[in-house]
């Protein structure tokens, strides 16, 4: 109960999705709602198996300030989930983040999506290699990579294989193939929703588990420095 009520508690006041519950009422449930909704979360846990409305988004476009409206790589998609979906995610996430930290499977320099690291220590060391540069008089060199579309991109096997070398098994890897799997997505524009679409490469967008899975099929191999003195950040 504690692990649920604390991402319950983490949960930011965001649209629901397609099921139309949202964090406030759940907030909102009693002791025993809540024990039922836990029990709901360990069949899905041992069982593997998703609701069906957990595995859709509903993809929301949003015109980029100052943009075409007529043009429609200008929109921006926002994609909404179930609040269930997410609630579960984020009790799920935390242990597997908390695995990754204390056995040091993430990379030393990476800052992006950890507790107590954020872009300001990306900063600070950009800012003491320029000054160290300047005072050696030696010259300094940075290349900054930004991946398009990266979630929509995210290697799926790339995932799995990655979590099986990192030495998860059982139920965690279980979770994470099913929560991939099956995903379906719907387009809506005003008050009418498109055909549903399947997605069948990369992770979820709105998604809490996404952020996690993905950057571990591309980062801890992708980006290790080839020159020696060199060093990488992930922001």
């Given at each position: 109960m504690f692990e649920l009520e604390k991402a319950l508690s983490k949960s930011r006041n965001t649209s629901p999705g397609s099921d139309r519950i949202s964090y406030h009422m759940l907030r909102h449930?009693?002791?025993?709602?809540?024990?039922?909704?836990?029990?709901?979360?360990?069949?899905?846990?041992?069982?593997?198996?998703?609701?069906?409305?957990?595995?859709?988004?509903?993809?929301?476009?949003?015109?980029?300030?100052?943009?075409?409206?007529?043009?429609?790589?200008n929109y921006r998609p926002?994609?909404?989930?179930?609040?269930?979906?997410?609630?579960?995610?984020?009790?799920?996430?935390?242990?597997?983040?908390?695995?990754?930290?204390?056995?040091?499977?993430?990379?030393?320099?990476?800052?992006?999506?950890?507790?107590?690291?954020?872009t300001l220590d990306n900063i600070l060391q950009l800012e003491s290699e320029i000054r160290n540069a300047f005072v050696r008089r030696n010259h300094l060199v940075s290349i900054f990579v930004d991946i398009e579309k990266a979630y929509d991109q995210t290697w799926l096997f790339g995932i799995h294989r990655t979590l099986f070398e990192f030495g998860f098994r059982g139920q965690l890897s279980l979770f994470i193939k099913n929560f991939l799997s099956h995903r379906v997505f719907k387009v809506r524009i005003g008050s009418t929703l498109s055909d549903p679409f399947?997605?069948?490469?990369?992770?979820?967008?709105?998604?809490?588990l996404s952020v996690t899975l993905f950057y571990h099929p591309f980062f801890p191999n992708s980006f290790k420095p080839s020159i020696i003195g060199s060093r990488h950040t992930i922001c």
């Open positions: 449930l009693s002791t025993s709602s809540l024990s039922h909704i836990l029990r709901l979360f360990n069949r899905v846990w041992t069982e593997g198996i998703f609701p069906m409305q957990w595995q859709e988004a509903l993809v929301v476009p949003i015109l980029k300030p100052g943009k075409e409206p007529k043009d429609p790589s926002i994609a909404l989930t179930s609040c269930f979906s997410k609630t579960l995610e984020r009790m799920v996430n935390t242990r597997l983040v908390h695995q990754l930290e204390v056995n040091n499977l993430l990379p030393l320099h990476q800052s992006g999506f950890r507790k107590g690291r954020s399947v997605q069948l490469e990369g992770v979820p967008q709105g998604s809490v």
